[in-house]
Structures are given as structure tokens and as C-alpha cells.
T-cell receptor, first 114, second 109 residues
Framework: NAGVTQTPKFQVLKTGQSMTLQCAQD?????MYWYRQDPGMGLRLIYY???????DKGEVPNGYNVSRLNKREFSLRLESAAPSQTSVYFC?????????????FGPGTRLTVT | RKEVEQDPGPFNVPEGATVAFNCTYS??????FFWYRQDCRKEPKLLMS???SGNEDGRFTAQLNRASQYISLLIRDSKLSDSATYLC??????????FGRGTSLIVHP
């Protein structure tokens, strides 16, 4: 099993460009999450999807949109990238609510916005 | 006060040493507690869940103190490979858990 996969691993964007980060899990998990991690800030939740067909905002949703395409896939879109969105992005999944269950993380996408 | 607080360190210890980290949380309704490990430029991975009665996994022991609202992680006989950042995670009261900012551990020869 691959677990949680993310593409791309690295990306450089110019300010104003758009892109979609892809995430897929093969563990049949109900819940999926997008985090960003910045130095000194720890992991911050951008959006999550408690189950297929639902999405909710996390702590820092501004500038992002998400799509839970099916049970396996959860994508994160930056419509107009800004330098403040330079970060490492992690996708994660869990069997049910992450407050009670272990989360499994993907390897991350390192995004630089110039 | 931050919801989950950790001493960022770094804790710099020799091989074979015993080291302990604490993590304090502010929400008394919290029900779930975890320690994750994150290696440099890698994703976080679950190290262990923390149960009310405490739990041990080899060289690692996790404890919960509800009265003082903190959890701890004890590492005995430190190895070079234990060098990493240790993230405290607390859940309960909402769907999603709260991550601490992590404690950096460096084990040197």
C-alpha cells in the first residue's frame, strides 16, 4: 500500500499563478486534511473533509479552495498564489475524526512563490 | 495562552542519556493525546498515543497528567536515530486536533 501520496513534490510559482496540489490515500479512510507548515509556526490546518462530499474550513483557509473528488482524493487549489503561501503543504488522512484517531501524512509538497 | 505548548528546545543530549519532554494543554475537555515524530524535511508520523494510565513502547514512555493538564514523553537510552522533532497533539472538544509547535531533540555521539 502506498498510504498517502502527494503530487508534485516541489513547485515554484510566480505571484498570481494558480495550481492544484493533489492528494490520494488508499487506506479507505473517511477523513482527509490539508496542512501547511512554516518555520516556527507548526502545522496549521487549511481545510478538512470529514467524509466524502463534505469540506470545512480550518485555521487558515484564505486564499485556498479544496475539492473532495471521491473517497480517495482531496485536492487543494491556489487560485492566485502569493509569496505568503510559500510553505510546505502536507495532506493527511484518518479513519474518522482526527481528534480521536491517528493521522497518516503524505510526504509533502514544497511550494515557493516568487 | 496557546492551546498546546511545547518547549521548542533544542534538547542536546549524549547517546545513552534519558530525556523527557512535556507538553501543556489549555482545554480541560481534551480527550485524546498523541506524540508524533517528525524528521527533518519529512512528514510527521505517529510515535505513540497517550492513555490515561500511561503507556510504554520499548524505550519510550508517555504519561498523562489531567490535573495539571500536561502530557510527557520520556526517552531512555537515547540513540542517534532519535534525533528529530517531537510534536504533541491534543484532541477533544472539536473535530480536529491541535498540534504543538514541536520540541527538537539532538542526540550526539
Amino acid at each position: 500500500n502506498a498510504g498517502v501520496t502527494q503530487t508534485p513534490k516541489f513547485q515554484v510559482l510566480k505571484t498570481g499563478q494558480s495550481m492544484t496540489l493533489q492528494c490520494a490515500q488508499d487506506m479507505n479512510h473517511n477523513s482527509m486534511y490539508w496542512y501547511r507548515q512554516d518555520p516556527g509556526m507548526g502545522l496549521r490546518l487549511i481545510y478538512y473533509s470529514a467524509s466524502e462530499g463534505t469540506t470545512d474550513k480550518g485555521e487558515v483557509p484564505n486564499g485556498y479552495n479544496v475539492s473532495r473528488l471521491n473517497k480517495r482524493e482531496f485536492s487543494l487549489r491556489l487560485e492566485s498564489a502569493a509569496p505568503s503561501q510559500t510553505s510546505v503543504y502536507f495532506c493527511a488522512s484518518s479513519p474518522a475524526e482526527a481528534a480521536s484517531y491517528e493521522q497518516y501524512f503524505g510526504p509533502g509538497t514544497r511550494l515557493t512563490v516568487t | 495562552r496557546k492551546e498546546v505548548e511545547q518547549d521548542p528546545g533544542p534538547f542536546n543530549v549524549p547517546e545513552g542519556a534519558t530525556v523527557a519532554f512535556n507538553c501543556t494543554y489549555s482545554n480541560s475537555a481534551s480527550q485524546s493525546f498523541f506524540w508524533y515524530r517528525q524528521d527533518c524535511r519529512k512528514e510527521p508520523k505517529l510515535l505513540m498515543s497517550v492513555y490515561s494510565s500511561g503507556n510504554e513502547d520499548g524505550r519510550f514512555t508517555a504519561q498523562l497528567n489531567r490535573a495539571s493538564q500536561y502530557i510527557s514523553l520520556l526517552i531512555r537510552d537515547s540513540k542517534l536515530s532519535d534525533s528529530a522533532t517531537y510534536l504533541c497533539v491534543v484532541g477533544g472538544g472539536s473535530y480536529i486536533p491541535t498540534f504543538g509547535r514541536g520540541t527538537s531533540l539532538i542526540v550526539h555521539p
